[in-house]
């Protein structure tokens, strides 16, 4: 099964938005990448085809765009510099979550936490 294929059925099973799920998909191989330790990630998307893409396209830690800010990015700052990129890419990867989900239909959003 390759990226694009996950993105769709995905997309299809959760009700989705096909770009919406892309980002979804996208940001969790890019998460992954960033956390795996060692070859992991590399064998894990060698049996993927087009994830390695998929995480390069929505990589987490890409330059955040000028202009951001809030608690998520304050939380990045603080949290980054004391416990490296690992954390990180997590809290980019649920910076970059947080968006799309006024996109999701009302039944399809996450519960507030």
Same mark, same amino acid.
């Given at each position: 099964?390759?990226?694009?294929?996950?993105?769709?059925?995905?997309?299809?099973?959760?009700?989705?938005?096909?770009?919406?799920?892309?980002?979804?998909?996208?940001?969790?191989? %890019?998460? $992954?990448?960033?956390?795996?330790? !060692?070859?992991?990630?590399?064998?894990?998307? &060698?049996? =993927?085809? *087009?994830?390695? #893409?998929?995480?390069?396209?929505?990589?987490?830690?890409?330059?955040?765009?000028?202009?951001?800010?809030?608690?998520? %990015?304050? $939380?990045?700052?603080?949290?980054? !510099?004391?416990?490296?990129?690992?954390?990180? &890419?997590? =809290?980019? *990867?649920?910076? #970059?979550?947080?968006?799309?989900?006024?996109?999701?239909?009302?039944?399809?959003?996450?519960?507030?936490?």
């Amino acid at each position: 099964m390759d990226a694009q294929s996950i993105v769709t059925i995905v997309s299809q099973k959760a009700g989705l938005d096909q770009a919406v799920t892309e980002k979804v998909v996208g940001t969790i191989f %890019s998460v $992954l990448e960033h956390e795996a330790e !060692g070859t992991t990630v590399s064998s894990f998307f &060698a049996k =993927i085809p *087009g994830a390695d #893409a998929l995480a390069q396209k929505y990589d987490v830690m890409a330059a955040a765009p000028a202009g951001g800010g809030g608690f998520l %990015s304050s $939380l990045q700052g603080a949290l980054g !510099g004391v416990l490296g990129e690992k954390t990180g &890419a997590l =809290i980019n *990867g649920v910076a #970059a979550l947080k968006a799309p989900a006024s996109t999701w239909p009302r039944s399809r959003r996450p519960a507030p936490c």
